[in-house]
């Protein structure tokens, strides 16, 4: 009776009759699934070009996701320890106990937002293409409701000319709380100014926020749009940024290989580190990647658990990124990462 007693407590998620839970205060994580930014998804294009010929592309620019599993019984959590590779984390490292699941949804989604516009300034700035600031949405109750509109393109802050959205929030985060800020705004072929008086973030009240997310997009009649969605963070960046590139410039950047990676893009092709790489590199292994992009900075964890059929390249930059698979392609060297 003990033995089955037990075997029932380690199984169940909550004491029956009653709303206490038996859920570990932790959350598995382990390889997800993998996009094609040259490919489709849901009939339509990962990363959209429009307005513009685009290049044809072949082969494969995957980015690479990690898997969250949470709410887990003693049992549940036991079996993914011992029948997987994937790694166990306190729930806090996931899930903040001082945010609700709203606003950690939110929170990733503004990331993963922030993550294409600067995929798309990288991408501009590598082809030398002139770009601007578009406000994509307004946050409903926030400092810059009433003032500013989606669609809107912010031109200059405090009269000073803008044309990366990284630029705006330099300017916003050097004030205070409470402080204006002069929005010089393009709004349906007609220039004005907004005065907005910046209020708090709601993680750090000494910190001003202004309250609108932006994207950045070419000056041209050219639009760049990514149309994967229940996807969070800004790991994603390099490989947007590689795939607007490979459709904008002649040849294939990939050289027809199958090629996956992640990494953040900042605006000016710094290549930046991110979580979980072991359980992406494992993912690429799975889905016959041949090269793996993996930032510096996660060099030594991408290789930890020895990948046998993939060759992992570091890379610092996007030049780097692209650099690396020019030499895949070619079959000459390549700068790999290494355990040290």
Partial sequence: ???????????????????????????????????????????????????????????????????????????????????????????????????????????????????????????????????????????PDSAAAGHVEPGDVVTAVDGAPVDMPGQVRQQVQAKQPGDEVVLGLERDGERIDRTVTLGEHPDDPAVALLGITMTSEPTEDMSVEYNLTDIGGPSAGMMFSLAVIDKLSPGELNGGKFVAGTGTISEDGTVGPIGGIVHKVRAAEEIGAELFLAPAANCAEAVSRDPEDLVVARVETLEDAIEQMENFAAGEAVDTCTAS
């Fill in 1 to 139: 009776m003990p033995v089955v007693a037990l075997t029932a407590l380690v199984s169940m998620d909550h004491i029956p009759g009653t709303e206490i839970s038996l859920t570990v205060p932790y959350a598995a994580e382990g390889p997800g699934p993998t996009f094609n930014t040259l490919g489709e998804v849901d009939g339509e294009p990962v990363v959209d070009v429009e307005g513009v010929p685009v290049d044809e592309t072949s082969g494969n620019l995957n980015m690479t996701t990690v898997s969250v599993r949470s709410n887990m019984t003693l049992a549940q959590a036991l079996g993914r320890w011992l029948t997987t590779d994937d790694t166990l984390v306190p729930i806090e490292q996931v899930f903040p106990p001082n945010r609700s699941p709203e606003e950690i949804q939110e929170s990733n989604q503004q990331a993963f937002t922030a993550s294409e516009a600067s995929a798309t300034v990288a991408a501009m700035n590598y082809l030398d293409v002139p770009i601007q600031v578009a406000v994509v949405d307004v946050l």
